[in-house]
């Protein structure tokens, strides 16, 4: 039996989530943020610091960038998703390890304040106030949701326009990851209307 190709094609949707999740889009540089920079904070820090910003603001793969950055200059790692890794800051697994903690605030109070005694450093993102030292503040302006769909349809055509990114933007107010959900349904709907005998193939 032919299994399909789990290796998404040039030719699929530009904006599918295996193209634009945490870890497979770069985290550009901006005006509020860069890797470079978080990194010489951290090491200020004794390795502890916090990403803040609203739901798709980009905190999620600047910390998957800062964690590949960590990796490749030594520097052991492990990843934990808030509310969904309940293992407590002491355990024998994150020993030796900075550890990189994604949505912060949906851990309880009493484990936000162990991972924040974690003697070999944490970086967490939150939405909001929380007593770790600040990387960087993430508000994606336009220009910087451009340079993305710039380097998503560079070898992915997509009858979805600039245009529609711009309207995207202002109708999600910024949220990124709303954007590309957005314009995924837009390429996928005019796909269609552009070949309509596959679509009803």
């Known amino acids: 039996m032919t299994r399909p190709d789990p290796i998404p094609t040039a030719a699929s949707n530009p904006f599918a989530t ?5 870890g497979a889009l770069p985290f550009l540089p901006t005006d509020q943020a860069s ?3 978080c990194l010489a904070v951290l090491r200020g820090n004794g390795m502890r610091g916090k990403i803040v910003g609203p739901h798709g603001a980009g905190k999620s793969t600047l910390l998957r960038a800062l964690q590949a950055s960590l990796e490749e200059a030594g520097v052991p790692t492990a990843w934990l998703r808030g ?6 800051a002491t355990a024998a697994q994150f020993r030796g390890r ?11 109070r009493w484990r936000r304040r ?3 005694r974690h003697p070999w450093g ?15 503040e993430l508000r994606p302006t336009l220009a910087d949701i451009e340079r993305c769909f710039g380097l998503l349809t560079q070898d992915r055509s997509t009858p979805v326009t600039r245009t529609d990114l711009r309207n995207a933007f202002a109708r999600h107010e910024g949220n990124v990851r709303e954007v590309w959900f957005d ?4 390429h996928e709907q005019r796909q269609r209307n552009l070949n309509p005998s ?3 193939a």
């Open 114 to 116: 162990q991972w924040r």
């Open 18 to 22: 295996c193209w634009t999740r945490p």
């Open 198 to 200: 596959a679509a009803g």
């Open 122 to 136: 944490v970086v967490v993102t939150t939405h909001g106030r929380d007593r770790l030292p600040a990387l960087a």
């Open 83 to 88: 509310g969904r890794d309940a293992a407590p």
């Open 35 to 37: 890797v470079d920079h």
């Open 98 to 108: 900075v550890c990189l903690i994604d949505s912060f605030e949906e851990l309880g």
């Open 183 to 186: 314009l995924y349904d837009r």
